[in-house]
């Protein structure tokens, strides 16, 4: 099939043709801005984690306690307003080990591969938990069940983000 | 396929310039308790499926369709995502219930612009990247070239633009649900700054936050559920082609509105839209766009919305109301909920339950939304209180 193809004419691009102009070019940058309301229920749980402190709310129907935290039980369909500490503390749900970047490039030799991870909290429902990463352990040593602890940055840096947790590690 | 539907729940929430306290879920929440409890309470449990409308670049998020379920109580349930004005969603969930897959459809959409930095570069984004985006214009000169070729063809004045923003905002008076309410005069608006003219400051909508849910039901259902069913008898939608400069019949016509009109006047069996329709929600994003809709939907003939309107026709005590709600220049624009808005001022007025602006007497009206520039897409609902 392949030996059959044949060229069917024209001329190929090149990069050196893009970058000289030679062909039609329009540049433009993508400028869009967004403020997200947060709103109630996130905006508690990012405050309290500027505190050191993770915050979750429970439904007085089905009595979950969820997190991340919201002002509605998704499943009953009614208002929350019950709001509960849980611990820094938690077993690992499910992780992996990305030996790439967000960008897609490939970690170099020697470097750390990331380490995102499933949290559930204790305190908080079985399966409720935090999306985060995993430190201070060698990957090949993760399991699954593994027992876990938030390690916060200091109190003076932490801003009122999920990266106030630096990361989670073995007790 | 001879099913009838009716919206049986009507809620919303937010219509307010900021709405910094909620997050859009929250919000949206609010809505959707108000539309099952004034659906007689139901829980969303028994709701069978649901329909969102929502364009990404608005939210910041790709693919918002997966943002959709919690706070409509729809986890695990059926859920589709229509990219396009709420009334295209309120079709697809009429056609689910129509086609005899499911009985009874929640439909939902909001506005959260607020949180959008520069609306006008989104905006600028829905352009041809290659022959129109370079050219570095604001957005708004789609309108400003619209309403040149729209005042030329149809002969109407700027004055009878400027007389549509004075009854809007004058109608927003009354409407709890309208932020942009002002006691204005025509020199206000003729004299204000102007945009991309002939198009001034005052002939654009504001912009609003807000969320709208609606729940859709078979005649069985519908009947069981609520005492006031307003019942969809017709619906139709159109797109021309996106190209500005050869658009069907010219830039100063809306030839997809009058597509659309045809459409749902044909399956709602109306013969003289003019007779059979009692009063009518429709696009008033820019003010010139009331005139022109009003044209191309058969309310009247073309080049004649000006003069009727300076007689008082379209007026609340006038013979074909046009957006007593106040529309968006008096409510404000919802983005991609302006289509729901408009069903719910209408379906509002057919029960009765419009407070300070009910109409007397109304047994069909209509509600049409335009997607905005630089669309050419166009949805019209013809809603009764009869069955
Ligand atoms: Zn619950």
Redesign the pocket.
């Given at each position: 099939m392949s030996e059959k193809l044949k060229v069917s004419g024209g001329t190929a691009l090149s990069e050196e043709d893009i970058r000289s102009g030679k062909i039609f070019v329009t540049e433009d940058s993508l400028n869009c801005a967004y403020a997200w309301d947060t709103g109630v229920a996130i905006n508690r749980y990012l405050a309290e984690l500027k505190q050191g402190r993770i915050i979750a709310t429970e439904?007085?129907?089905?009595?979950?306690v969820m997190l991340p935290p919201r002002l509605f039980?998704e499943?009953?369909f009614?208002p929350?307003n019950t709001w509960r500490h849980v611990k820094d503390t938690g077993t690992i749900n499910t992780f992996s080990i990305c030996h790439v970047h967000w960008d897609a490039s490939r970690i170099k030799e020697g470097e750390d591969p990331h380490l995102p991870a499933v949290i559930e909290i204790d305190g908080a429902s079985e399966g409720m938990g935090i999306m985060h990463i995993l430190g201070e352990v060698e990957p090949e040593k993760i399991k699954i069940g593994m027992k876990v602890q938030a390690v916060w940055k200091p109190e003076t840096e932490r801003t009122g983000s999920i990266n106030d947790i630096k990361y989670f590690k073995p007790l | 396929m001879s099913k009838r539907v009716a919206i049986v729940g009507i809620g919303c929430s937010g219509f307010r310039t900021t709405s910094t306290d909620l997050s859009y879920r929250e919000m949206i929440f609010e809505a959707a308790t108000k539309c099952y409890e004034d659906a007689g309470g139901i829980h969303p449990q028994s709701i069978d499926s649901f329909v969102a409308s929502s364009e990404d670049f608005m939210e910041g998020i790709s693919i918002a369709d997966e943002y959709v379920p919690d706070q409509l109580g729809a986890v695990l349930k059926p859920v589709q995502s229509i990219a396009g004005d709420s009334l295209q969603g309120l079709a697809s969930a009429l056609m689910q219930i129509k086609t005899g897959q499911q009985s009874i459809v929640a439909t939902s959409a909001f506005s959260k612009v607020s949180n959008l930095s520069h609306y006008e570069k989104v905006a600028a984004y829905a352009t041809d990247p290659a022959y129109i985006r370079p050219l570095k214009e604001h957005p708004y000169f789609i309108a400003g070239l619209e309403m040149n070729r729209y005042l030329f063809d149809s002969c109407s004045t700027r004055e009878q633009c400027a007389r549509v923003v004075v009854k809007n905002r004058y109608n927003a008076f009354l409407n709890p649900r309208a932020v942009y309410g002002a006691k204005i005069t025509l020199e206000d608006v003729i004299c204000a700054e102007p945009v991309s003219a002939p198009l001034g400051q005052f002939d654009i909508s504001g912009h609003l936050d807000g969320a709208i849910v609606l729940l859709l039901a078979s005649e069985e259902k519908a009947l069981e559920m609520t005492d006031k069913p307003i019942w969809i008898k017709g619906i139709g939608w159109a797109t021309d082609t996106p190209n500005l400069d050869s658009r069907s019949e010219g830039l100063g016509s809306a030839h997809y509105a009058k597509l659309a009109a045809e459409k749902a006047y044909k399956m709602a069996g109306i013969k003289s839209p003019v007779k059979e329709i009692d009063f009518a929600e429709i696009d008033d994003t820019f003010s010139y766009k009331e005139l022109q809709h009003l044209e191309a939907l058969q309310m009247c003939g073309f080049g004649e919305a000006g003069k009727l309107l300076e007689m008082g026709c379209f007026e609340p005590g006038g013979d074909l109301p046009v957006n007593v709600s106040g529309g968006s220049l008096g409510i404000g624009y919802l983005h991609e909920a302006n289509g729901l808005q408009r069903v719910l001022e209408t379906a509002l007025q057919l029960r009765g339950e419009a407070g300070k602006i009910q109409l007397t007497g109304v047994e069909t009206g209509l509600a049409f939304a335009w997607r905005g520039i630089p669309t050419a897409t166009g949805t019209a609902v013809v809603l009764s209180n009869r069955l």
């Open positions: 439904c007085r129907k089905c009595k979950r039980c499943l009953c009614i929350c | -």
